[in-house]
């Protein structure tokens, strides 16, 4: 299964860390995959590019698959947010800066809580500074990506594992509003051209 890669890159076979070639890709060539693949295997221990990355996550299992990329993480200066959760403490695995009140679009006060959240993503992203948002949604993450292309950064959003033939809510919604748009099964990315098949994040 080939698929082309980045902004006229060359083809490369997605393997299951595909996601974190790509990414590093983008992050430090803006070249072919090949490029992503060497830098990512030539990478030292240590952050040795301080570049600045905003991981945004739904807590659960957006946020496990955004926790995957460890070979990322442990290379840039990364600040995390998250919904609060009383049944899921991600602190041992990465340091949370931001926590933000949890969204369900069935609560009532659903509409309120979203439009605060802008507010929320506005200070954080202004704050930080990030050049880059890397987001597996679902829901706090719209915010985020939307106020940061308007800032001019550079937004990359992984679809979930889950979506293999329909894109999400948020995926939808932020499908025509961001850098780089990454799912994980080659079928869903027949239905969208912008659409990068990564290979799983598993």
């Not at 993480?73 to 600040?79: F, N």
Request: hydrophobic share 45%; charged share 25%; proline share 2%.
């Amino acid at each position: 299964m080939y698929r082309k890669c980045g902004n006229g890159g060359n083809a490369a076979k997605i393997t299951k860390n595909m996601i974190v070639f790509m990414i590093v890709n983008l992050l430090l060539s803006n070249g072919n995959c090949i490029r992503g693949l060497i830098h990512v295997r030539g990478m030292k221990k240590g952050r040795d590019d301080m570049r600045k990355l905003l991981l945004v996550a739904s807590s659960g299992g957006h946020m496990e698959e955004l926790t995957r990329l460890k070979s990322i993480t442990e290379r840039y200066d990364c600040c995390w947010v998250t919904e609060k959760n009383n049944f899921q403490k991600y602190g041992k695995v990465e340091e949370i800066q931001y926590y933000v009140p949890q969204v369900n679009r069935r609560e009532i006060l659903f509409p309120l809580k979203f439009f605060l959240l802008f507010f929320v993503a506005f200070y954080v992203l202004i704050k930080e500074k990030p050049e880059v948002v890397i987001s597996t949604g679902a829901l706090i993450s719209y915010p985020f990506c939307r106020l940061a292309k308007m800032m001019g950064k550079k937004v990359i959003f992984i679809e979930s594992f889950a979506r293999v033939n329909e894109l999400s809510l948020t995926g939808k919604l932020l499908y025509k509003h961001v850098n780089t748009f990454i799912v994980q099964w080659s079928e869903i990315a027949q239905k969208y051209d912008k659409a990068i098949v990564g290979g799983g994040i598993f």
